[in-house]
């Protein structure tokens, strides 16, 4: 248990559609980022949060978006799907910035684009 | 290639058998995370390493930043440890560059 929880844990949508995945973080921990892990590979960063305010960015189109709030939890919005968005969407919280603190990773959003 | 490699792809054990995992780098980084991924998604936190080793349990990572190089061991295997080993390292952005991963069977 982590205490980052993703919702939702499963959807299938299809090509064109949009779609928004929410991560709760560990309470206290200000930093999040996401990532996208296709099937057989390892994670891909998207972006990173902090504060509210994005601070770091993958190669990944203007189409995926984030939000963070207040309460430090968090939305990763996907507009005009593609085939190749299918994949499973982890987020992970912490309590620093840069990657030097200890990461807690949510069980993950499993994107299906049909 | 690859800024992060892991090897190897694969590896089945035996139960108690001691196991090793590398991961090579190619970039400059503040900090080198070993992760668990069992099936169905959740990623688990194991080590942060910035420099040295660490312990705990079973479990030991080492890190050589001069050689770009870490290892994850696990002493005494256990069915249980059957999971996918990923090492991830902490880029210029302060994001993570992950391998693709280590899949790791221990045999009963």
């Known amino acids: 248990e982590t205490g980052v929880t993703q919702s939702p844990t499963h959807l299938i949508k299809t090509r064109g559609q949009q779609v928004t995945l929410r991560c709760s973080s560990q309470s206290g921990h200000n930093t999040v980022s996401w990532y996208q892990q296709a099937l057989g590979q390892g994670p891909q960063f998207i972006f990173q949060?902090?504060?509210?305010?994005?601070?770091g960015r993958g190669n990944f189109p203007p189409r995926f978006s984030g939000l963070q709030f207040p309460n430090y939890s968090s939305e990763l919005n996907v507009n005009a799907l593609e085939l190749d968005d299918s994949a499973l969407y982890l987020c992970a919280s912490s309590s620093e910035t840069g990657g030097t603190g200890e990461l807690f990773f949510g069980e993950g959003s499993r994107l299906t684009v049909l | 290639k690859n800024e992060v490699e892991q090897s190897p792809q694969n590896l089945t054990a035996q139960e108690g058998e001691f196991i090793t995992i590398n991961c090579s780098y190619s970039?400059?980084?503040?900090?080198l995370h070993w992760l668990q991924q069992h099936p169905g998604g959740g990623i688990v936190s194991l080590f942060m390493?910035?420099?040295g080793k660490k312990k705990h349990g079973r479990l030991i990572a080492t890190i050589n930043i001069q050689e770009k190089h870490s290892s994850l061991h696990i002493t005494a295997s256990h069915p249980r440890d059957s999971a996918v080993y990923i090492c991830a390292v902490v880029g210029s952005q302060g994001n993570l560059i992950f391998g693709k991963g280590t899949k790791l069977s221990v045999k009963p």
């Open positions: 390493l910035s420099s």
């Open positions: 949060y902090y504060r509210e305010e994005e601070n």
């Open positions: 970039v400059g980084i503040s900090a």
